[in-house]
């Protein structure tokens, strides 16, 4: 039979292939302690942290039972990851989850009650915003791990150049709509604001009003009460009425952050991931709070909440271990490391940043409120969003548009 | 013919500005690109030349002793309270703007350039300052311009330049790159001049048909490779300016400041390597290359036993006789109707049971059954004449041998098909993998599960992922250059009728 060169190039790759591959292993060797398994979803740097903090942890004579083993999964798949993970029994000890991802695992019953763990007793050192996030069903079932919300970021260069004093962004929704109408130059493509239009994005101005989206008890949407709809009027009116917004939501239109990093948007509201890259590409920024609505100035919670699952065994070892990482402290050390803010309130007064532009988010977040706890955050937005675009395109009024939501998320979400 | 010629003139004038426009475009940016691959490795950012050169140097200390002297000059005392070192100049603002615009002219260059207040600072001695310039740089950016001056022997100097403010060694050698562009541009310009004059009249129309063809053939290329090109220029930049564009033309992608940190940090050789421990080792090897080893091998595997599988059974199905083999084809199609995940949670279980979760064989295994092999391939082979069967039996081929010697050869075209569409589905299957990976053990990692910790919560590493993508695209492309040799050599040999 005649040798086919084809044939024998793929074999000898293939040997070489899987010699390759085989010989990447490495293994772990056990140190006779027992393993607490912790997924989480940290980058680089906090991940190089985060082991430094469980080493002190397990150094403590109180712990020398345990190990922590702390497990890097990406972000965008720790959802099926850990869903499908928990179906055939091999889920982790403990995780580090999307705070919108806690309700819909204590839903399904996988979460520890951290009540019974001692956490009531705790639970007040904690910032109320994110904290809310895990109160389900009347429990606590996760802790608040690390959080953050958005601000007011605004470009000093425009605001010159626009004649405004670039060190005095707007207080209020009346000043931001005046200085808007000097910083826009529609004809030159340059716009005082742009902005995202999700249910996430929406909620400093939802909150500013005061309005809420769920009830408390999770049964009922709120979305058609007069605050949301007022609310719900005034962003539409940044775009529609005032022309002082880009339409950045609209498909196809330039993202807030890449008009803002290409001098298109004088203002945005973003977090402080973006401080780091807004930094790097020499911008002359500054950051503000949220304007203030009638109730004052808001924004929404954003960040990740860490819970103890009961397929594990351990509960009382990852609870210990997930308040001392959340402890004070710990956190103003993690914090000031890696520029982020703090969940417990008792780090606030230890924080010092080199970034004096984190202290506007260490205020911000003292006015957050709570993020609408429902079993599919993702659900809600994907019934709501649309609803609100047709009010930003003029399809429905406010009220109208709200009232529909209400129905549909009663009908679609709060029936999960 | 001759009545025609005037207009063929006009053809050629006009497909000339469009070989002109193109040229200059497609040159332009490759030399670009070239020029920053080179400087890319010759210079990192931070060693970028400094700006300014020294005779722009020694023009702003003139400007800038002029300005600090006249600033002390209207103090009482020489140095007065407002020059406490936290203390920026400004502080009253109307004696600031005063001097600003008594000195607009000087410093200003038409309004390009000012102070700023609020970083410009003197120190209590009054023997060091910082101006602030506001400025616009030289191509796309506006920026601060912040330089250190210090008084010595009596007249200031620049002590040093904040970092990051600069001309890059890409603005310097945009000169140069232009003059090559415009060359090369002369060059392809005088090429088909001199092909045209060449042309005998009688041939000029063809001649025409064909400029106009490869230019619009250009354009096609540019079209399907300019996302390819975006990529290759993304994955140079610094991290954080990934998305700026230059204002005056979006187009122009290549990066100002190149460096090559993303493929260095991709590769994880950034760092020295740390001995010792395992936890280090695996985070070591924890990089780029392992998952791309990881994919190669799972894709491999998988594309080659799909393949294999599908074209046997297909084989049956098409050549053999055995009961109830359209039924049971049928219910073969009919599984194709019900979607992937449904399957998903289960498969995952009895790979668990199993015992494999987290190996490599778990990546694979419940894919090997495919369904939509067995059909394409079956549909080909059934093209086969059956006559070339009953020879190869007749000249004592066992069944075997029909299927290697006669039924491969013929159907290899098909097989390429099934490999490569395999091969993609598992290089870029990220769902599946993600669920059965094991983290706890990294190195098990493959491919698109890796790529996706690249990205963040919130914010992307665009540079990195672009990197990654750089090298991802490598299998894929010398499969699709090595089959598409054999689909041609597989076709003609497939040409029989019965």
Redo the contacts between chains.
């Keep these: ?1 005649q040798r086919n060169p ?1 044939l024998i190039a ?1 074999a000898v ?2 040997v070489l ?2 010699v ?2 085989w010989s ?6 056990p140190d006779g302690r027992t393993v607490l ?1 912790f ?1 989480h ?1 940290y ?1 680089d740097e906090e991940t190089a942290m985060l082991k430094e903090i469980i080493a002190e942890w397990e150094k403590l004579p109180a712990n020398a039972a345990w190990t922590i ?1 702390p ?7 720790h959802k ?2 850990i869903r ?2 928990l ?2 029994g ?1 889920g982790p000890d403990m995780a580090r989850v ?1 705070w919108s991802f806690v309700c819909e695992l204590a839903r399904r019953n996988a979460c520890v009650d951290l009540g019974t763990l001692g956490f009531d007793k705790i639970k007040d050192q904690y910032v109320t915003g994110p904290l809310q996030t895990n109160f389900i069903d009347g429990k606590y079932q996760g802790i608040p791990e690390q959080t ?1 919300c958005v601000a007011l970021f605004y470009n000093k ?1 425009m605001f010159r150049d626009a004649g405004l004093d670039p ?1 005095q962004p707007p207080k209020t929704w009346d000043e931001f709509i005046e200085m808007g109408k000097k910083l826009t130059n529609a004809e030159k493509g340059i716009y005082a604001f742009g902005m995202d239009n999700t249910v996430w994005w929406s909620l400093p101005f939802f909150n500013g009003f005061g309005a809420r989206l769920i009830s408390e008890d999770g049964k009922k949407c709120l979305l058609a009460s007069p605050e949301a709809v007022k609310a719900m009027e005034l962003k539409a009116s940044l775009f529609a009425t005032h022309k002082i917004e880009a339409g950045a939501w609209r498909a196809g239109g330039t993202p807030p ?2 008009g803002f ?3 298109k948007y004088a203002m945005i509201f973003t ?1 402080p ?2 401080l ?9 920024f500054g950051i503000g709070l949220i304007p203030a609505g009638p109730n004052g100035t808001s924004s929404n919670v ?1 960040g ?1 909440n860490a819970v103890i699952f009961k397929a594990g065994k351990h509960h009382q070892a990852c609870y210990d271990f997930l308040t001392y990482f959340t402890s004070a402290p710990v956190q103003a050390k993690w914090c000031m490391k890696l520029n982020q803010i703090p969940v417990n309130k008792g780090a606030y007064d230890l924080v010092q940043f080199e970034d004096k532009n984190l202290n506007v988010f260490l205020e911000q977040m003292k006015s957050t409120l709570g993020n609408p706890v429902v079993t599919s955050f993702e659900m809600l937005e994907n019934v709501v969003n649309p609803e609100m675009e047709t009010v930003l395109t003029g399809q429905k009024t406010a009220a109208d548009a709200m009232r529909d939501a209400v129905r549909k998320v009663e009908e679609k979400v709060l029936t999960l | 013919m001759n009545q025609n010629a005037p207009l063929r003139v006009v053809a050629f004038v006009i497909l000339l500005a469009g070989l002109i426009f193109l040229s200059s475009g497609v040159i332009g940016q490759l030399l670009k690109f070239g020029t920053m691959v080179v400087v890319s490795i010759t210079h990192q950012p931070q060693t970028h030349p400094s700006f300014p050169d020294p005779a722009t140097a020694k023009d702003l200390e003139a400007i800038a002793g002029r300005v600090l002297d006249a600033y002390l000059a209207t103090t009482p005392e020489g140095v007065p309270d407002g020059f406490a070192a936290d203390c920026p100049i400004g502080k009253d603002p109307g004696a600031w703007a005063a001097f600003v615009s008594s000195h607009r002219a000087e410093m200003g260059k038409g309004g390009a350039r000012s102070l700023d207040k ?1 970083a410009s600072l003197l120190q209590p001695d009054g023997a060091a300052a910082r101006l602030v310039y ?1 400025m616009i740089f030289e191509r796309n ?4 311009l912040a330089f250190d001056f210090a008084r010595i022997d009596g007249a200031w100097k620049i002590k040093g330049i904040e970092s ?2 600069h001309v890059t060694v890409m603005d310097r050698l945009e000169p140069f790159v232009n003059t090559a562009s415009t060359l090369g541009v002369l060059v392809v310009l005088l090429m088909v001049l001199a092909k045209w004059l060449r042309t005998p009249v009688e041939g000029r129309g063809e001649f025409l048909k064909m400029l106009f063809l490869y230019e619009a053939l250009t354009v096609g290329v540019i079209v399907v490779l300019f996302p390819f090109f975006w990529m290759f220029c993304t994955s140079f930049k ?4 990934e ?3 230059n ?1 005056r033309n979006p187009f122009d992608i290549v990066a100002n400041e190149p460096t090559i940190d993303n493929f260095k940090k991709v590769l994880k050789i950034d760092k020295p390597a740390v001995a010792g421990q ?2 280090d ?2 985070e070591q ?1 924890n990089n780029f290359s ?1 998952f791309f ?2 994919s ?2 799972v894709a ?2 998988a594309a ?1 036993l799909v393949t294999l599988f599908s074209a046997m059974s297909a084989y049956v199905f098409s050549k053999k006789e055995l009961p109830y083999k359209n039924g049971l084809f049928g219910v073969l199609l009919g599984t194709m109707m019900i979607p992937g995940l449904m399957y ?2 289960p498969q ?2 009895m790979i ?1 049971q199993m015992g494999l ?1 987290g190996t ?1 064989l778990a990546m694979f295994l419940p894919h090997l059954a495919s369904v939509f092999g067995v059909f394409m391939l079956k549909q080909f082979m059934d093209t086969i004449p059956s006559s070339l069967l009953e020879a190869a039996r007749i000249d004592g081929a066992s069944e075997w041998q029909c299927f290697t ?1 006669v039924i491969i050869p013929l159907a290899m075209p098909i097989i390429l098909t099934l490999f490569l569409l395999t091969f993609l589905f598992h290089w870029s299957n ?2 599946w993998q ?2 059965v990976t094991d ?5 098990s990692i493959t491919l698109p ?1 890796g790529l ?2 690249f ?5 992307s590493e665009t540079g990195q992922i672009m990197a990654a993508s750089c090298f991802s695209i490598v299998p894929i492309a010398v499969l699709f250059l ?1 089959a598409q040799k ?1 689909f041609i050599e597989g076709m003609t040999q497939g040409a029989v009728k019965e």
């Design positions: 039979m084809l793929f790759f293939y292939l899987a390759l591959t990447q292993d490495v293994t772990r060797t398994t997924w979803t980058g083993r497990i890097r999964l990406p972000f965008d798949g099926p990851k499908t993970a179906t055939v091999l999307d953050n260069t060190d952050e890449q990093q290409n001098q977090g991931w973006n780091p890259r807004f930094s790097a590409s020499k911008l002359e954003g990740n | 609020t506001r950016k506006k920026g601060l990051g403010t610094a991290s954080g300016t998305l700026i564009f204002e395992a936890d080792l695996i090897k392992t080893i990881n190669l091998f491999t595997t080659f998903m949670v995952f279980f668990c979760c490599k010697v990220f769902l993600l669920i983290f706890a053990n990294p190195l599960v996706a910790l990205r963040g919560q919130y914010t090595i054999y």
